[in-house]
Structure formats: C-alpha cells, structure tokens
C-alpha cells in the first residue's frame, strides 16, 4: 500500500512539474517571439536549471544572449544547443567575431555558407564578414602592449575639448554636417601650428573624405582631395598630422576596416609625391565598433584617441595613453590574456607622476558660471547651457568668445594695477613714462579683443540660426 501511495505522489510530482514546464516553454516563447529578451532569457534559465541539455531551451537561451549582448553565455549554450538550429552557425561567427576568437568565426561562417543555396543572394555579405574575421586573426598577431594614463566618458558632440595636446601639434575643431543622405557626420579640421596648411572632412558625393588647403597671402587654396590611396568608396575622417609633416593619422569604414571606423596611418612620399598604401593601427586602439581621432603629441610622449565601444548612443570614452617608442607588443601563451588585452580589458597603467599638466591645452576652455551665461541667438532664443546649442561651428565660435572673455577679465585686473601703480607719487618721470607705454600697448589689446568678441557672439548666434533653418 505504501509503495502505491508513493508511486501517486510520484505520478503527481511528474505530471505537475510537466504541466509547469509545458507552461513555462509557452510563456518563454511568447516572451521570445515578442522580442522581451530579457524576460525570455529568465524563463529559458529556470527550464534549462531542470534540463540543461535541451536543445531548443539552449538555443533559445543563447538567442536571448545574443541580443542582450551578453556574447561570452551566447557562446555556451549555442555550443551546447548542436547542429539541430540552421542560423547557428551564423551567430556563432556573430559571437565569436565580437569576442575576439577570430579562427573560430571564419569557421563558422563557413560552416553557414555552405548550408546556403548556391544563389543565395546574402553569401557576399558573409564572405566580406569572413574577409574581417580574416583581417582580426592576423590583427590580433600584433597587439601593442600600451600604458593607459587615463579615460573619461563623455558627450560624442562635443569630444575634441577632451584632447589637451600641446599647443606645437596644431589645432583641431569640430562641427557636425548632414549628408544628403541625411546621415550626420563630424566635419574634422586640422590646421597646423603655423596656420599655413589645413587638412579636413567633407562630403562631396554622399560620403566623408579627407581634402587639404595651403594658406595663401590672404586667403586659402582651393580644397583638394588629399590622396587617391587615402580617400575611397567609404567614409574618411578624422585627419591628423604629426610634427613630423609626413604622417598621418585618420579614420575609414572601408573593406579595410574591422568594425565601423578604424584607425589608419600612412606617411607621405615626396619621390612619388603622393601618400603611401595606408596601414591599420591594429588592436588594442582599433576594436568591433567605432575608433577614431589618433592625436600624437610627441611633445609630452602621450596620444588619445575616441571610441564607442561598450558605450550608450551619444557617449564615447576618451583614452589617453603613453606613447611606446619604439613600440612594444603583448607576447602570451594565454589565448584569453591577448584576447582582453586586444580589446584593451586588460592593460598597463602609466606612471601618471610622468604626465603632469605643463602645457596648457589647446582646447580646453574656461567654463562660465549659470549666472554669466547668457547667449541671445535671436528674439524667441535665449541659451544658458552650452548643451543647448545644435550648431558644432557654433558651439566652437561661443567656446572662442568664453576664452577671449576671461583674458579680458584678466586685462582688467592688470590694467587696473597698473594705473594705480601709475598713480603713485612715489614713482619718477622715467618710470611713469616707461609704465604709460606699457599701459597704453595693453588698453590698445583691450579694445581690440572687445572688438574680435563681439563678431564671434554674432557669427555664434548666426552659425546657430543657419543650422537651426537648414535642420
């Protein structure tokens, strides 16, 4: 009788947990099927903790991961699901591809390939996604072992204030353009130090290239496009030149790019006087997603350079990193220590004792308090927060009027010792004399500055009309 007993409970026991199970895969697949990952991720867990060799709870699982962007899990259990899933393969050379296991991806690109129709019009697509896969195995060969002095997180539209380089490197700005194919881009400008030559982002045809200007006696050369090897199909931006005059760093989304934007360099050659075949600066400075403007400043043996990896929609990560002279590269046996240090993970911390601040930068500005910022743009638009302006040219014309408007403020103070020093019987005709000139020569810089302030608060709040018209 006991035994009986038992076997019902048992029955029961079976049947319930069945019935609840049944229960759970409907509710997981309707969570799945409406594209609710991550409350379809929690019920496909609590199933697979009862059975975790099914296959479809596996795949399904993973699925979740994949879109959540939890790619290492992804990899499990897309493992663990089998050969059952046609789509598998394709995102296992997803994941393995945003993981770093490059060999792996190419493999299972393959693998899904071949289960394609002959015909099937998506086989280019995923023989250009091997041919990357291709190009970050042999990336990944090469990893610079780069000390990191530090990082910020901060606003896309407003990144280059970030970059404090010397003075010596030149000057970069910023402004944001829409395309006729109504995509908005950066529109980079570097100008050297000596304000005689310019490179610069543009579109011409749909796309971002790279142009160049030289300063003439009073105005610049007509742009032209820099070089046939520079600029292609794809999108170019980003330019910088080093000291050196030769080379140049850029960005480009080409066939030669891993992720979105890449890093690139090349030198120019003046034997053929053209730039040479440009190079990708590899990992950990290139990833998956989107890398770009490579600042050198030799002068205080550091770089920067912008990405958006592992960053929400408008935030990028600036980091700031010892320049390796010569270069030195990450050398393992640990698969997994080059794949982190590849994807910049892992990696050396400099010295920041070495890198103290004793240039001012180029671009970082003075900010004004809420009570001094007062921008009138027109008769309905009055700003208070520099985030309020649309307008990237004329958020930079605003930024020069803040500079201008704090050496002013410091004019004043000298100016106002200086004539009280000038007031002081004690002082003889020799040295009145000698302090009038030197009054006068700064009261003459005083008007002048007032002067240059007042046309960049116009083209500011003109700039940001235009913008807003056009927008």
């Known amino acids: 009788m006991r035994n009986f007993k038992l076997l019902i409970v048992i029955f029961l026991s079976t049947f319930i947990f069945s019935e609840l199970a049944a229960q759970n895969a409907a509710e997981g697949e309707n969570l799945f099927n409406s594209r609710q990952y991550a409350k379809a991720k929690t019920v496909y867990g609590a199933l697979l903790k009862r059975n975790p060799k099914d296959a479809l709870n596996n795949y399904r699982y993973a699925r979740c991961c994949y879109e959540l962007k939890d790619y290492e899990t992804a990899i499990?259990?897309?493992?663990?699901?089998?050969?059952?899933?046609?789509?598998?393969?394709?995102?296992?050379?997803?994941?393995?591809?945003?993981?770093?296991?490059?060999?792996?991806?190419?493999?299972a690109y393959h693998t899904y390939i071949e289960s394609l129709d002959p015909e099937d019009k998506r086989i280019p697509e995923f023989q250009q996604k091997i041919r990357k896969s291709e190009l970050g195995e042999r990336l990944l060969n090469r990893v610079e072992d780069i000390a990191i002095i530090d990082s910020i997180v901060v606003n896309k539209n407003e990144f280059l204030r970030f970059y404090k380089q010397s003075r010596e490197t030149g000057s970069l700005t910023h402004e944001r353009i829409r395309l006729i194919n109504k995509q908005i881009h950066d529109k980079i400008t570097y100008t050297t130090e000596r304000g005689d030559r310019s490179y610069f982002?543009?579109?011409?045809?749909?796309?971002?290239?790279?142009?160049?200007?030289?300063?003439?006696?009073?105005?610049?050369?007509?742009?032209?496009?820099?070089?046939?090897?520079?600029?292609?199909?794809?999108?170019?931006?980003?330019?910088?030149?080093?000291?050196?005059?030769?080379?140049?760093y850029y960005t480009s989304d080409g066939e030669n790019s891993l992720g979105g934007y890449d890093i690139f360099y090349t030198r120019y050659s003046p034997p053929t006087k053209d730039y040479l075949n440009p190079e990708n600066v590899g990992f950990p400075f290139n990833s998956t997603a989107n890398d770009y403007m490579m600042v050198i400043d030799d002068l205080q043996k550091s770089g920067w350079f912008a990405t958006d990896r592992h960053q929400p929609g408008g935030k990028i990560v600036i980091y700031r990193f010892e320049i390796n002279q010569p270069k030195k590269y990450y050398r393992s046996d640990d698969e997994d220590a080059n794949r982190m240090v590849a994807q910049l993970i892992k990696y050396r911390n400099a010295d920041k004792n070495k890198f103290k601040k004793t240039n001012e930068p180029t671009n970082e500005l003075t900010e004004i308090t809420e009570k001094e910022f007062f921008v009138v743009i027109n008769d309905s638009l009055v700003y208070r927060q520099l985030d309020q302006f649309q307008s990237m040219k004329a958020l930079g014309l605003f930024r020069e009027w803040i500079s201008l408007n704090e050496i002013q403020k410091n004019l004043a103070q000298e100016l106002f010792k200086l004539r009280s020093e000038f007031a002081s019987e004690t002082l003889n005709d020799a040295d009145r004399q000698k302090l009038s000139g030197i009054i006068s020569t700064k009261e003459q810089l005083w008007i002048n500055n007032e002067s240059i302030m007042e046309n960049k608060y116009l083209q500011a709040a003109n700039e940001e009309i235009k913008f807003i018209d056009k927008n």
């Open 201 to 248: 982002s543009d579109s011409i045809k749909g796309n971002m290239d790279i142009f160049t200007s030289y300063k003439l006696l009073d105005e610049w050369s007509k742009p032209v496009s820099i070089s046939k090897n520079i600029n292609t199909a794809a999108n170019e931006n980003y330019p910088f030149l080093l000291l050196d005059g030769l080379t140049l």
């Open 76 to 107: 499990t259990h897309f493992e663990l699901s089998g050969t059952r899933y046609p789509l598998t393969p394709m995102y296992l050379g997803e994941v393995y591809f945003q993981t770093y296991r490059f060999a792996k991806s190419v493999e």
